[in-house]
């Protein structure tokens, strides 16, 4: 007769369900070689491979993707199965090619249950389970690499995958630096898919892109990734164009000057009563784009009372040793935390943060009320430790990964000791163990109503970068003023906006809001004004001004505040001014001027802000 035995340890690792024939009357116990035939013969027919699944956009979605050449796959609550699917091709097509590539995308699940599935008619059994909905067990991973036997192999990632499928997980994030195909080779990306497979034949894996396969290499684009997962509500940053064709772009096989794999960029989903949201690589204007759709998504998560708590990752750092950094993503990521984290609020839930890229483990104390983590020791190469700043709770150059219990309002993170393969590191610990622990607590509703949100605000420059046209800067500084929208360079988007000393005079030269962005104040309103700027050339000393001035309805000028900033190089310097109003029905005029440009000199501005009550 026929039976099925679960063997862990198939090729990779993962837990296959072999065939094996055996004499009805027999009676005797399996013996290692027989189970060592079985699976040479159940690895024989499984023709399909880099098998993985990862969460949809509901609980009750998930995602299946595999290499081969079957493109239907059976699936059930038990080895039964009881459902087919047909399974398409991806719409980004992966650029290391020799596929088919499949994807399906299965509806109407059961969440936190597990289900079987096989591939094709010679698939073996393997399984994955929907979205939690209680407590569960979260791991993360960063900067890998492959076991690839290419130009660089990192032979330890056998044992960490192994490690991680062991602690049973319901949900794995990849933080970026996945295959290293681009500095390893095309090969490094198929062996990636399959390295992952002791986990990813079990556990939702989701990702966040890093710098490695974002970059511009023919042996490595974001197309080999985008093209074998889709972002739970998916979203698309905005240098992300229908013709990027290199770093968070790639080219078409169809048309080259096309872009063939453009969204997926970053996304956000559920687990349990947790909201995580990923965040993209600092490409032009990423992250106040995704401040914009980040901060409405967390208002709403403070409301809903069956999320406890939100937790960001991505790749770059925000705050760490070692640099890597990104002042941007920072300045983003505080704003949130100012606003949704128990240090801003009783009923706080933005507890934490996960970067990755600086290869060490990190736990820092809370910036804003966010608790920041670096896991970047997931195994790529020899991890070195870095000095320890000021608020560093834990640092360690020895291989790690993140384990993350989720139970009630509370969450404990761990850094795991990973395999003893970097000599280097200057760290010693026992694989599997504990190197550092902490428990953060979110906010479940148990401590009684929450108190009103606080007061909110808004920017109220809808042109801050003059992207398609000078719509609210039509106002000159004086006569001898001139503006024009350029290419010449910029701070975000495409465009800035030259402001230019139109005479053959010394003098002043400047633009002014028009019409205003504040067109009717109430008195003693807060507003935070910003710009950056940019000289003409090295050497070439320029003082410019950033003024906010108050205005009556006669035309009189009730209030001003202003900053001023020389410099003489062609770096991009930020001005800011803090204005309280002082009474109501006035206007606000923002003010941009150079006091003493050169004859016909100019300088640049972009990325204006006026932030106020809204």
């Known amino acids: 007769m026929l039976r099925r035995l679960r063997v862990p340890g198939l090729m990779t690792g993962c837990l296959v369900a072999v065939l094996l024939a055996t004499t009805a009357g027999l009676g005797h116990a399996v013996t290692v070689a027989e189970v060592t035939g079985a699976v040479a013969s159940a690895a024989a027919i499984e023709p399909n491979g880099e098998i993985h699944s990862s969460f949809g956009d509901a609980p009750d979605e998930m995602w299946l993707y595999w290499r081969g050449p079957d493109s239907v796959v059976s699936f059930g609550p038990d080895l039964g199965y009881g459902s087919t699917a047909q399974a398409v091709a991806p719409t980004a097509t992966p650029v290391d090619t020799s596929g088919p590539f499949w994807q399906v995308e299965l509806t109407g699940l059961t969440p936190n249950t597990t289900y079987h599935y096989a591939i094709g008619n010679s698939g073996v059994d393997h399984t994955f389970r929907s979205a939690p909905t209680g407590d569960f067990v979260w791991d993360d991973i960063g900067d890998t690499g492959t076991t690839y036997r290419g130009g660089c192999n990192t032979p330890w990632m056998s044992q960490v995958w192994q490690q991680i499928a062991a602690e049973q997980p319901a949900l794995v994030t990849h933080g970026g630096d996945i295959s290293y195909a681009n500095s390893c080779g095309k090969p490094a990306v198929h062996q990636f898919w399959e390295d992952i497979a002791p986990v990813a034949t079990q556990a939702a894996m989701q990702f966040a892109w890093g710098n490695h396969e974002a970059g511009s290499s023919q042996a490595d684009s974001l197309g080999n990734y985008k093209g074998r997962f889709n972002m739970p509500h998916a979203q698309t940053v905005p240098s992300d164009t229908p013709t990027t064709v290199s770093g968070v772009g790639c080219p078409s096989p169809a048309d080259p000057t096309k872009n063939g794999c453009r969204g997926d960029d970053w996304g956000y989903f559920t687990a349990g009563h947790v909201l995580f949201v990923a965040y993209p690589e600092p490409w032009t204007g990423a992250y106040p784009d995704w401040l914009s759709k980040v901060d409405p998504l967390m208002a709403q998560a403070e409301a809903d009372p069956n999320i406890f708590m939100i937790v960001t990752y991505g790749h770059r750092p925000a705050y760490g040793n070692g640099g890597g950094g990104d002042l941007d993503l920072r300045a983003a990521i505080d704003t949130l935390g100012d606003k949704y984290s128990p240090a801003a609020r009783p009923d706080g839930k933005y507890l934490l943060n996960v970067a990755h890229h600086v290869h060490s483990g990190q736990a820092l104390t809370a910036r804003h009320g966010v608790v920041h983590l670096v896991d970047g020791a997931g195994g790529t190469d020899i991890v070195t430790t870095a000095s320890a700043a000021a608020g560093t709770l834990f640092i360690s150059g020895h291989f790690s990964h993140l384990r993350t219990t989720f139970s009630g309002d509370r969450l404990t993170y761990s850094f795991i000791c990973g395999p003893d393969s970097s000599p280097a590191s200057g760290n010693t610990c026992t694989a599997g163990s504990v190197m550092f622990s902490q428990t953060l607590t979110g906010y479940d509703g148990s401590g009684g109503p929450p108190p009103p949100p606080p007061p909110t605000t808004k920017d109220y420059i809808t042109n801050p970068s003059f992207e398609t046209d000078k719509v609210g800067w039509t106002g000159l500084y004086n006569a001898q ?100 109003t002082v009474g109501a029905n006035n206007h606000l005029d923002f003010v941009v001027y150079s006091p003493t440009l050169k004859a016909n000199a100019w300088f640049l501005a972009d990325l204006a802000s006026l932030v106020g009550p809204s």
């Open 481 to 580: 003023s001139k503006t024009v929208r350029t290419l010449v360079d910029k701070r975000d988007g495409q465009y800035s906006l030259k402001i230019v000393r139109n005479v053959n005079t010394v003098g002043p030269a400047g633009v002014v809001s028009k019409p205003s962005w504040v067109a009717t104040t109430t008195a003693a309103a807060h507003f935070d004004a910003g710009v950056w700027v940019r000289g003409q050339k090295v050497g070439q000393s320029q003082a410019v001004v950033l003024q906010i001035d108050e205005v009556n309805p006669a035309g009189t000028i009730v209030g001003t505040k202003s900053t001023t900033l020389t410099f003489s190089d062609v770096a991009w310097h930020q001005l800011t001014v803090p204005y309280t």
